[in-house]
């Protein structure tokens, strides 16, 4: 009978077996709060600035007529939305990530901002382009798993390269622009910006 009735410190040690499983469960089910793209994967919620940002969606770049994948990004949202113009109207806090699947070049970079915001520029284009010239100053040698964040503000851009943090760009229009880099009406891709519109 004194191996059935188990007590003490061998009830304790049964019982610490179960709040490990009930622990474990728990880290699996906190892990599912993310989600995945091409074997990327991002969390659901981020903090920038102070300010708690949800994962509004994950879209892919793709380069060429080959659509040779380029880098995930992801949008984070105060306020999650599918309507582009209402995003870019909005004067809340945006952050995109960026996580690379490929090498890519600091020049092929700069020249695809150049491309980018010319095709989704309308007005006030010839004085932006100092500031657009910083942007691309901040531009690095980009290696597979590297990544690169814009944290753009009411009155400006941050953007973190290779986990170093750039000056700020101080500019309420560049930090409009740029977000019309990936939702304006001339998108590099349709899948990256209906990605990260949470479309797909």
Known sequence: MKNVQIKGSKALGVSGSCVLAILAILATIGSVGAKELNGVTMPDTMSVAGKSLTLNGLGMRLATFLKVKVYVGGLYLETPSKNAEEILASPQLKHVEMKFLRDVAASKMSGAWNESLEKNCKTGCDALKPL???????????????????????DGVEATVKGQKKDKIVSAELSKLLLTTWLGPNPPNDEI????????
């Open 193 to 200: 910006k209906d990605g990260m519109l949470g479309k797909k």
């Open 132 to 154: 657009v010239e910083k942007l691309n100053a901040t531009m690095a040698d980009m290696k597979e798993g590297d990544t690169m964040s814009f944290s753009i503000l009411p």
